[in-house]
């Protein structure tokens, strides 16, 4: 597995290059967009894969997935790790993808008693965090209970 | 080939264009008027929204584009990758230097062969951007090109501009007359130096002229570009089922639609700031966007926006048959003004990023 949304405190600098930023970069498809991938088999991975976990092959072609999908179970978090801080209470949660994948992301635009197993979720486009007052601000996705196209 | 040019004082292409898709944004966050007088020991009578929304704490301009640009392109079901430019206008962007548009496009999907760059105009920043998708698409330079009006105002607190000052924006879809649900009959705009509200680099806050942003500023340009595009194309308000005017309150709009002889009935479809606030760049497009909800086909709209510094934008827009379907695509402005939570003094102070956390 390599990328995913979760987002490090470690402010890597090796020889006074700052590495979130190009970690950030590699990774602004799959945060965007919910890019994964998908096997000649039907497999469908996220975050995306090199190698099929089910059958072994290679390549995997890149899959733009629909961004709804279901709360799995979930948890509320009180204390927050640096970065995270302006954000508490807030609740992450594993979403089943309606194309299969499960996910872990923070739920956003909903209270945490309101916040269910089973709730249908859609996927939004975000700030995950901001690195400081003049550092990069990373977006990426976060689900919410889906919003409907009529009043 | 080029259809015959007409040059006169209206803006208009030489190819006809329009809107083929649209889409809006609003936070979920609503702060009342009557809880910020509350907190500053003001009238709770005498406040200019009922409410105002607020951006949540992982919200700016660029993520209310984001959603309002995917909601545009449902409608539109146009493949990101055929548009041409994404411009997003803005007074609240969130990198002093590094585009908000580039993100916007990224996050669409249209993105890297696209012309993406962020435009200032104050609260007219988005139908600038629009003005020149026009002229993009008009032109043939682009099949389709993408207009944003988004911000994140901002209010000095216990200043009159934080009962207003919100959060939302809107995205519209530029392309050719026949794929559009709205065409653009013409446009007109009108800009002077008029400094009735800027804000210095650096500062956080902007300032205004109290009441010299009413009559030589608002009304002026506003009532100076919807007459002058009226006068140049032979329309007169009974030829409108709508219009919409840039709201920075829900007095100023109704006066200018008094001014320009339009009864209150046609402003208020589109007159949303009593239950969202000013949105700045997102007003005049949000209204519009909410007009296009109800519209039927044939309908006529008069859109003018207005932005300090000052200036205003007025397009003519006839409603086509493909409004009908379109619409039913993306979430209608009612879904998301329904979507509230009320927020006290103190929340909506944590959201605003206000508090000092270390």
Redesign the interface.
Known sequence: MYGGNCCHNNNSHIGGVNLEISRNWRLRNQRYRLVGTECGCGHRSFPPRRICPTCRENPQNPVQFSGTGTVYSYSTLYEAPEGFEQFIPYTVALIDLDEGPMISAQLTDVDPEDVAIGMRVEMVTRKLKEQGESGLIVYGYKFRPIVGCYP | MLTEIVLGDDMKPNQHTGIVGYGVYIP?YRISGCEIARVWGQDAGSVPVQEKSVP?????A??IG??AAQNALKRAQVPPEKIAAVWAGSESK??AVKPSSS?IA??I?ATPHVEAADWEFACKAGTEAMQACFALVGSGMGLYALALGIDTAQGRPADPLEYTAAAGGAAFLIGKGEESLAVLEASHSYASDTPDFFRRESNRYPVHGSRFTGEPAYFHHVVQAASELMEDIGRTPEDYQYVVFHQPNTKFPLTAAKILKFPPEKVKPGLIAPYIGNTYSGCSVLGLAATLDIASPGDRILCVSYGSGAGSDAFSFIVTDLIEERR?????V???I??R?AVDYAVYL?YT?ALV??
């Open positions: 979920r949540g704490p992982d919200e700016d660029i993520t984001i959603e969130p990198y993100i990224e996050a999907g039913m695509r993306a979430p209608h009612s879904v998301y329904e979507r939570k944590k990023k956390m270390r």
